[in-house]
C-alpha cells in the first residue's frame, strides 16, 4: 500500500477544504471498499479524510414527508430503521441481503453508492481494465465474465454494480443531495450514474471534490409492499447474479402504478421502464408481467458465458410482480 | 517515510489505553497483533471476507482488517481477549466449549465477537435476511437456526464446524433471553 496522509474532518466545510485541488484525496468512511483496494493497489490516495465524525449520521424525516437518510449512516442503521422498513421494505431488505454483519455495520449509505465493481480484472493489476487504467483494454470480454453485465454495457467494460443497496434506491427515485466550496446541489439517482460508454472510469456524474451529504426518499415513492429478491450463487453473503426491486399497485386486476429496478445486470442499478411502460393500465397477471419482462431483456447482449441472466432476469421479475400481488 | 504518513494515536483496549505512533498504514488488525499483542483476533484473508479478525468497536462487530487503526483513534475496542467479564466466560464462550464449537480454532475468537454482536443486534430488534417480515410492528421473535446462520455468514470456518457453532449461538441466545 503507498503512503497517505490522514486527517479526521468535524466540519463538512473542512472537509471539502482539505481535498480541494487534491486529485488523489479521497473520502473515507466505512472504508470496506476504499481500504480493500487500496490493500490491492487499485486505488492509490495521496491523502483520506475521514468523514465519519461529520454530522452526517442518521435517519430523518423531512417536513414536507420525504425521508432524509444521512451519507455516513451505517448500511446496518439504515436497513434496521422503523421508517424505512415500513415504508420502504424492499431497501431494507436489499441491505440486509448484502455483504456481511460486520460489513454493514461499518459500510455507510454514501459509500454504498460509490462502491466499486468487483470484476476480479478490476481488482487484478495485472489485467487489462478500461475502468482502472482507461484504454488498457478489457480482459472481461474474452474472459471470465459469466457474472458481467447483460444490459447497458459496451465492448470497452462489461462489469456490474455489486450494489443490492443501489437498486432499490433507483426503485424509490432517491435523490443525492451533495456539497461542495461551490454550495450544495442534488442529483437524482437515475441520473447519478453515467451510461459506460467508453469511459468506462467516470462512474458518477457527481462533481469533482463534492461530499455527499445525504440521500432522500420521496415520500410520493413509499411502497409497503415493495420486494427486493436477490440470486446468488450461495445462500447469503454473496453478491447478486440478478436480483429485482419492484413496486406494484393493482386495482380491479389493473397495474395502476409499477415500478422495478435490476441488479447485477449493468454498470449501474437498471430501471426497467420499458417493462413498466408495458404494464401500466394492463392486466396485472404473471403472463403479462412474463412479456413486459422479455420486452425490457429484449435489448440484452449478452456474452458467451451470462445467457443465462436473461431467463433468470425474466423469471426473477415474473415471479416478484407475482409475489406483490397475492 | 515523510511525517505525515504517521499518526500518533490512542487505542482503547478492551479498557485499556495505548498510545502509539503508527503508520496511517496500519490496520486495526495489525496494531493489535503486532503493537499491543492481542493476538487473539486472527489475520485469515485480510481483505474482509473471512470474518476471522472481527472484533467489537463501540459495541459493534467489524472487521478489524478492513479497519486502519488511525481510523480507530478514541473507540472502545473489545477483542476476544475482553469479553470475558471478571474472568467469568460470557455464556456464548462457554456454549462454544460445551459444544464443541471448533475444531482447529483459528476462526474461533473471531465467531465469538461476531456472535456477541449478533445477540446484541437481535436483542435491539434488528431483522436480517431471513427475518420472514421486516414490519417494525412485528412481536419481538427470538433467533432460530436459520437466522443464526444468515447473521453469521460473515464467519467462515474451514473446519465446517458450523452445525456446532449454530447450536451454541443458540443456546447463548436463550440464555440471555432468560436473563433478560
Known sequence: MKEFAYSRATAVHDALTSVVGQENARFLAGGTNLVDLMKRGVETPDRLVDVRALPLDGV??????????????????????????????????????????QLRNMATVAGNLLQRTRCAYFADLSSACNKRVPGSGCAAVAGVHHNHAILGASPACVATSPSDMAVPMMLFDAVVHYETLDG??????????????????????????????SVTLPSAAAGERSRYRKVRERASYAFATVSV?????????QVREVRIALGGVASHPWRARIAEEELRGGPAT????RAAAEAELSAAKPLPHNGYKLRLARNLIQSVLTEIVH | MTNDA??????????????????????????????TRHIGSKKGCDFGQCGACTVLVNGRRVVSCLTLAVAA??????????????????????????????????????QLCSAVGVLAEHAAGWPSAVTPDLSPDQPHRPLDADEVRERMSGNLCRCGAYPSIVRAVLEAAECEEVNR
Open chain 1, 60 to 101: 430523518h424525516e423531512a417536513r414536507n414527508g420525504d425521508l432524509v437518510i444521512g451519507a455516513t449512516t451505517t448500511n446496518s442503521d439504515a436497513a434496521a430503521h422503523p421508517e424505512i422498513r415500513r415504508r420502504y421494505p424492499a431497501l431494507s431488505q436489499a441491505v440486509l441481503a448484502g455483504a456481511s454483519g
Open chain 1, 184 to 213: 450544495k446541489g442534488e442529483i437524482p439517482i437515475s441520473r447519478f450514474y453515467r451510461p459506460v460508454g467508453d469511459t468506462p472510469h467516470l462512474e458518477t456524474t457527481l462533481p469533482d471534490g463534492a461530499l455527499i451529504t
Open chain 1, 245 to 253: 426491486a419492484a413496486d406494484l399497485v393493482v386495482r380491479s386486476g
Open chain 1, 286 to 289: 404473471p403472463e403479462r408481467f
Open chain 2, 6 to 35: 504517521r499518526s500518533e494515536i490512542s487505542l482503547h483496549i478492551n479498557g485499556t489505553t495505548h498510545r502509539l505512533t503508527v503508520d496511517n498504514r496500519r490496520t486495526l488488525l495489525d496494531a493489535l497483533r503486532e503493537d
Open chain 2, 73 to 110: 483513534e478514541g473507540a472502545e475496542v473489545i477483542t476476544v481477549e475482553g469479553l470475558a467479564v471478571n474472568d467469568e466466560l460470557r455464556p456464548v464462550q462457554e456454549a462454544f466449549v460445551r459444544l464443541d464449537g471448533l475444531q482447529c480454532g483459528f476462526c474461533t475468537s473471531g
